[in-house]
């Protein structure tokens, strides 16, 4: 009996005592899984605010064109995924490709953006020149063949494609119909004309209202290039050899520019702040540049019901010469650099690259002449446009697109371009065209090198 009760005494004791052990063992392990689960949950909730703060940097210039676009593409990718935050920085075309070059000869692509906005005639080249520092996009998922085949054209180097295609440059020539008016003519006067035609009208319209036909940034060669697409001609032929000192047709254009400059029916400006300004501020009767400038041409709002589209005049010895051209034109480019790359495309591909709603947003006040063959199907561009007095630019400017001599930019497409601003520079102060243009030539072969 003493051995059962000491027997049992001892097992009594030892029960409590291991159930009190095994009972702190559970709640140190419910204390450890507790702890462990609020870690998890922590991670998770910093990944996910990590997710909602991931930002999307973009450069584009032109706040009434390029960032108005890329601010309403912005809006709808936020209701796609609204984690994301698309930070669109204005920033001036020479100013991107002075950074961009900087950052890539100095090794520092991290300060590039996600995304920048690349003029088409300077992509072949930047791809060239910096390999490796921007997305081939080929098989990133976009659907290139939903895009117009000249305008993904320039977006291709060596057979991959490196940026999404945006809008594009058809040349239109915009006029003041209060100020042809109040000189006795209407826009029709100025339809399928002749470059002499258009200066014959705009010596008569300045003697009777004081105003040039049209105004350009000096030693830009801007109207120069719009002239020499116009004939299907360019500065460098199909062997991608400078075409400058023996073009007759870039003779031509330098002639009519001069007589354009010395008639008065075209007024030179310093730089591009002033160029608009002279249109908005009714300095000049209308202007010749790529449809993108209706952006800038509805941002005086008081000018609305005085403004009407035609195409531009034609040249008169060229042997292709038409009233159709180009004016610039831009693609969305991704970095190789960007930490969000994926993030980058899918938000291209569910915008400018997959929403015919981003187009009619942004058509009517920018004049974002899609090359999303969606959206040209879009009764929007058949609208009247009330800034134009109801007339339906839009389906005249598709027109016109469909019309407009194909060339080929090249490499060397901006030294070029350069080398010809000079040049006219030199005519105008009294030299030669063909000297002026054999030195051009000369410099572009030596910036080209052996």
């Known amino acids: 009996m003493i051995i ?58 032109d706040p009434s064109f390029n960032v108005y676009a ?22 001036p075309w020479d100013d991107i490709q002075t950074k961009l070059t900087a950052a890539v000869t100095s090794r520092q692509t991290r300060t590039l953006p996600d995304i920048l906005l690349m003029q088409d005639n300077a992509l072949t080249k930047n791809v060239k020149n910096f390999p490796g520092t921007f997305l081939d996009l080929t098989k990133s998922g976009i659907d290139f063949s939903q895009f117009a085949e000249y305008k993904v054209a320039h977006c291709t180097v060596d057979g991959k494609i490196y940026a ?9 020539n915009a006029l003041r119909v209060d100020v042809l008016k109040e000189a006795g003519y209407t826009v029709q006067d100025f339809k399928d004309i002749t470059w002499s035609e258009y200066i014959r009208i705009g010596k008569d319209v300045l003697a009777k209202t004081g105003k040039p036909l049209v105004s ?3 030693e830009s060669p801007d109207l120069l290039m719009v002239m020499l697409q116009s004939a299907g001609s360019w500065l460098f032929d199909d062997k991608g050899e400078p075409y400058i000192a023996n073009n007759d047709v870039l003779k031509e254009v330098i002639e009519v520019y001069v007589e354009l400059v010395k008639s008065g029916v075209l007024v030179q400006v310093n730089d591009w702040e002033q160029y608009i300004s002279s249109i908005n501020k009714s300095t000049v009767a209308g202007t010749i540049n790529g449809c993108w400038i209706i952006g800038s041409i509805t941002a005086q709002t008081d000018h609305k019901g005085l403004w009407q589209i035609t195409n531009i005049p034609r040249l008169e010895k060229a042997k292709n010469a038409s009233n159709y051209s180009n004016q610039g034109g831009s693609s969305w480019m991704v970095l190789a650099s960007s930490k969000n790359r994926d993030i ?21 006040s920018s004049g974002a002449l899609a090359t999303y063959l969606p959206a040209g199907k879009s009764d929007v561009y058949k609208e009247p446009h009330p800034f134009f007095g109801g007339q339906a630019i839009y389906a005249e ?14 490499v060397y497409n901006y030294e ?35």
């Open 4 to 61: 059962g009760t000491d027997f049992t005494g001892e097992w009594s004791v030892w029960s409590k005592n291991h159930i009190c052990e095994e009972g702190i063992k559970v709640k140190k392990g419910i204390v450890l899984l507790l702890v462990l689960l609020m870690v998890f949950l922590g991670a998770a909730l910093v990944g996910v605010q990590g997710a909602q703060v991931k930002t999307i940097t973009v450069w584009c210039w």
């Open 70 to 91: 890329m601010k309403e593409a912005a809006k709808i990718y936020a209701t796609i995924n609204p984690q994301v935050k698309i930070d669109v920085v204005e920033t």
């Open 164 to 172: 999404v295609p945006f809008d594009n440059g058809t040349a239109i």
């Open 216 to 218: 350009a940034v000096a």
């Open 344 to 364: 980058a495309i899918d938000f291209l591909a569910r915008t400018f690259a997959g929403s015919v709603k981003l187009y009619e947003t942004i058509l009517p």
């Open 397 to 410: 400017i598709t027109d016109y697109a469909s019309k407009v001599p194909q060339i080929a930019y090249g």
């Open 416 to 450: 070029a371009r350069e080398a010809l601003g000079t040049a006219i520079s030199q005519v105008l102060a009294g030299a030669r065209i063909d000297d002026a243009l054999r030195e051009a030539e000369e410099t572009v072969r030596f910036l080209m090198g052996p």
